[in-house]
């Protein structure tokens, strides 16, 4: 479950739709913007869904290997 990459990309992934979107279509810049927004409200407000506050320590974590010879990962 990518939730949280998802969460940290979509943001990013609607500031680079809108930058290739032509300067006087200001319409449809805001939809996709206002689009964007909605998706991530929507991750972050099923991210919250999930979260026990009864639990000790960390509750999300993704851990993805790059590169495992050289023990690489995020």
Known sequence: MYL???LRLMPAVGA?????????AAR?????A?????ATL???CS????FDPA????QFLELHRWN??????F
């Open 4 to 6: 949280l990459m998802s």
């Open 16 to 24: 680079g739709v809108v930058a290739f979107l032509p300067s006087d």
């Open 28 to 32: 449809l810049i805001r939809g996709v």
């Open 34 to 38: 206002l689009v964007t927004t909605g």
């Open 42 to 44: 929507v991750l972050a």
């Open 47 to 50: 991210l919250l869904a999930g």
């Open 55 to 58: 639990l000790p320590g960390p």
């Open 68 to 73: 495992p010879r050289l023990g690489t990962s």
